[in-house]
């Protein structure tokens, strides 16, 4: 067959609409009885009741295994019945479900076949079971016995011309162990090529947080959200996307916090929560969350910012007392060049760009001049922005001028998406160099590890798009999907001449593939793991930085699929076949063993197998130590920043993409948006009414959506229109639906994020 034998893949699958669609009223009580209703009927559907109950007493227990959803820390004394959420449920379920496909499935359909189907189509399939391979030309998937895939990825990685040919992506769901060991792979084969999702995720924050308090992970413990006096949440879904962050928020309006939301839109969450752990609670009215809720227009973060931090200044300037002056002189450096910018800006200016009611700014104001246990969570709101790092910036200029680090009750929250997105980065994975992680490596693994940074997702898709990539490599995730600029990025992927992708399930990453693909079936967080007799486990860090262990304790969905950390270790034993310093094969069978690897590499890893044990250990953390020495000055660091530049034109709109109810980023598990009342249906646009009124458009009109950056159109077709509250010229829309609008090279210059959060976009109702 041809090399050049083309298939002809959909991009994204099907674009019909449901006949089913229909939207509601938004909800306004996140959690509650329906709640638990969804948690139950979905995992006994998909899971039966025995292994639903067996594993849902087991999640986030202390001997059990660690939700596979996202990375909110577990409390020291959880709930024995229930220490999990509806989305976590969902989450197990979704990897835990009876349902499996094989090579006989895949011999009765072409991978062009399967390719017309959606997101959600496809992860229904279930398990994959064993081993696949697409060869060069071949319409399907077939088996592959393992040793022959892993000589088959050996042969091509030594059929490179330099080891920067190759990439290794790593999505967040893994675990240190797994993580540890395939970026101690990739820098053995000799490339830092090792794009991540957390540069599509909190690379903003941790550029943001190591240029001012010099440490990229936030400060704050969840604990220090109990009695904190005010707790800020910025651009971020707690509701859906950290559920348990609920009940310590909730905890923290017991005690007399208050909580502000700046958001551009209403959360459900932040709005009203009912307990699912307290029948108090469930027969009452809930807790009202928010007390304030700034609805700030998208992307203007850093002019309510400024205009907040100015009347602050103000106030201080008579009183003297709002700022913690004694923190600013001891610990900053920047305060007056900071102070002397804000000049710049007029109120007037300032409030017209936010969209947001003075009074309501007016009474933030008030609360945070007399507090100063203050506590800022934050996630993609804030950084999927080309200013995202800038923004956040903003928003930590208010922690240092109240002096709210390093103290209980206080400090910096990035909320971190994937479950062990954090421990990835802190045990390896990063596509630029640390010189003294280099040299433990080398003098504790023998082996030379590269020095020439490498890329980072948002240079991956370039290179490979010019074909300066052969085997591109996944473990977990969904690149083609999550990556902005859908179409250029499959175009990337297509010319590589080999992908492969350790995954659980189904996505469109393997149907849009390199010449040759290969799929390498994994367990999931909440299987078992013998080696050789001997139960394994794993361990992964949390966004507040705690070590914690994760035992799996249901059977594997087949006897042919293997655990991450093997896979990676036999793939690397079959490319050095036993020439290399690090006993890949034995690593591979005996977790402790890289743990103990990990303890001697990774800064802060200590006794690693016996510390994680329980509820697990904090990694040491600077900030919360108050220790600046590595920053300029020895000091924290204020920021002058700018707001946003976006000249929008008349008919053009900032859309922001975001997860509904009824998602884990591109794995569907369902159609509903419970709480924004949308069901059944996906392809749809969030706009403000006045909006919809002006450009002619009713409730559920057809629109196409352009985006034009450099003159280049991209489009996402046949979306409806729903009214919603939002602020005028914002529309809001699902990922990974709009990713294909984002231009994979407008992007923050610092931290490479792209704008998934602000796009400029046109619409025009849809030819009937
Ligand atoms: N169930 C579930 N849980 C998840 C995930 C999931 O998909 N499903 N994903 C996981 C991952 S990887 C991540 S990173 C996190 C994501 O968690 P979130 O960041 O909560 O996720 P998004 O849905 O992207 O929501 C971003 C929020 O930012 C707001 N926003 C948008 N633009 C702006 C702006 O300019 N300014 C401000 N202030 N707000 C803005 C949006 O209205 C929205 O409420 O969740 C994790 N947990
Ligand atoms: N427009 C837009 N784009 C975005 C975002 C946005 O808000 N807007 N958010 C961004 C963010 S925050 C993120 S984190 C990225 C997410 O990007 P990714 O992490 O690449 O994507 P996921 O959808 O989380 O990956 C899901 C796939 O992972 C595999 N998987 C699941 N569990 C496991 C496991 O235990 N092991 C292995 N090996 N594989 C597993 C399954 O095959 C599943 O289909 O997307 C980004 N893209
Ligand atoms: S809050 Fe996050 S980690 Fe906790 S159970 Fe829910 S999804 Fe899982
Ligand atoms: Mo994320």
């Known amino acids: 067959m041809s090399t050049t034998f083309k298939r002809n893949i959909s991009r994204t699958g099907k674009i019909e609409f449901n006949p089913d669609m229909r939207i509601d009223k938004p909800v306004r009580t996140a959690a509650g009885f329906r709640a638990i209703n969804q948690t139950l009927q979905h995992t006994f559907k998909e899971m039966g009741v025995f292994r639903s109950t067996k594993a849902l007493f087991n999640m986030n227990q202390e001997d059990g295994f660690r939700c596979p959803s996202c990375a909110w820390p577990v409390p020291e004394n959880p709930s024995k019945i229930a220490e999990y959420c509806e989305n976590g449920a969902k989450a197990l379920a979704d990897e835990a479900t009876t349902k499996y496909i094989d090579s006989a499935f895949f011999g009765k359909h072409t991978v062009e076949e399967l390719s017309q189907l959606s997101d959600f189509e496809l992860n229904k399939f279930g398990r994959i079971t064993e081993p696949l391979v697409l060869r060069e030309g071949k319409l399907h998937y077939e088996k592959i016995a393992w040793d022959e895939a892993f000589s088959l990825i050996a042969k091509k990685l030594k059929a490179m011309s330099s080891p920067d040919e190759a990439t290794f992506y790593t999505s967040g769901r893994s675990s240190n162990e797994a993580a540890f060991l395939y970026g101690m792979f990739a820098r053995a084969v000799g490339t830092n090529n090792m794009p991540d999702c957390s540069n599509m995720c909190h690379e903003s924050s941790g550029t943001a947080l190591s240029e001012t308090v010099g440490i990229g992970k936030g400060s704050a413990k969840m604990e220090d959200l109990y009695e904190a006096e005010v707790v800020i949440v910025a651009g971020q879904n707690p509701g859906t996307n950290h559920p348990r962050m609920l009940t310590a928020l909730e905890k923290c309006k017991k005690n007399g916090g208050k909580i502000i939301s700046i958001n551009p839109l209403a959360e459900t969450g932040l709005i009203n929560f009912k307990n699912p752990q307290k029948v108090g609670d469930m027969l009452g009215s809930g807790t009202n969350i928010a007390d304030i809720h700034l609805p700030v227009k998208v992307n203007e973060d850093i002019a309510l910012m400024k205009l907040i931090l100015k009347k602050l200044a103000l106030l201080d300037e008579g009183s003297g007392d709002v700022f913690d002056h004694e923190f600013i ?382 003159g280049k159109v991209r489009t996402a077709k046949q979306f409806l229109v729903i009214p919603y509250a939002l602020p005028q010229g914002n529309i809001g829309a699902y990922f990974p639906e709009t990713n294909s609008l984002i231009p994979y090279n407008h992007i923050d210059p610092k931290s490479h994020q792209p704008m998934s959060k602000s796009t400029k976009i046109t619409i025009q109702k849809a030819r009937a």
């Open 329 to 710: 002189t001891k610990y900053t450096h920047g305060y007056k060049e900071f102070l002397a910018d804000l000049e710049n800006y007029t109120d007037e200016d300032l409030l017209s760009r936010t969209g947001v009611s003075e009074s309501d700014i007016n009474k933030v104001v008030a609360l945070l001049s007399k507090k100063s246990k203050i506590v800022i969570c934050w996630a993609m709101g804030l950084t999927q922005h080309k200013n995202g790092v800038e923004t956040i910036q903003e928003y930590v200029n208010l922690i240092l001028l109240k002096g709210a680090i390093g103290k209980p009750f206080t400090g910096t929250f990035p909320v971190r998406g994937h479950s062990n997105v954090q421990g990835d980065r802190t045990v390896g994975i990063m596509h630029f160099v640390k010189e003294d992680f280099n040299a433990r490596i080398k003098e504790h693994l023998g082996f030379d590890p590269p020095t020439k940074p490498g890329y980072d997702v948002m240079e991956a898709i370039p290179a490979m798009h010019q074909g300066k990539t052969k085997v591109f490599m996944c473990l977990g995730g969904n690149f083609v999907m999550a990556a902005a600029d859908t179409e250029y990025t499959a175009e990337a992927i297509e010319n590589c001449d080999l992908t492969v992708q350790i995954s659980t399930k189904l996505n469109r990453g393997h149907l849009i593939t390199g010449k040759t693909a290969l799929i390498l079936p994994t367990f999931g967080r909440s299987e078992k793991d013998d080696q050789n007799g001997k139960l394994q486990y794993l361990t992964m860090e949390s966004s507040t930085g705690k070590v914690r262990q994760s035992h799996g304790l249901l059977k594997p969905a087949s006897g042919k699929i293997k655990s991450e950390p093997e896979i990676i270790a036999l793939m690397a034993d079959a490319y050095f076949n036993g020439t290399h310093a690090m006993p890949w094969k034995t690593l591979g069978h005996d977790y402790d063993l890289i743990r103990e690897c990990i303890d001697k590499t990774v800064k802060g890893f200590e006794k690693t197998s016996e510390r994680s044990k329980g509820f697990g250990y904090y990694l040491p953390n600077s900030a919360r130590e108050l220790d600046f020495s590595m920053l300029p000055h020895g000091k924290a660091q204020f920021t002058v920043t700018k707001p946003a530049e976006h000249n929008l034109k008349p008919d053009e709109f900032l859309l922001f993409t975001f997860r509904s109810h009824d998602q884990f980023n591109t794995t569907i598990y369902g159609l509903d948006d419970r709480y924004r009342g949308v069901y059944n249906e996906r392809r749809v646009v969030f706009m403000n009414e006045k909006d919809m009124h002006e450009h002619d458009l009713v409730k559920l009109d057809t629109v196409d959506l352009f985006s034009n950056y450099d």
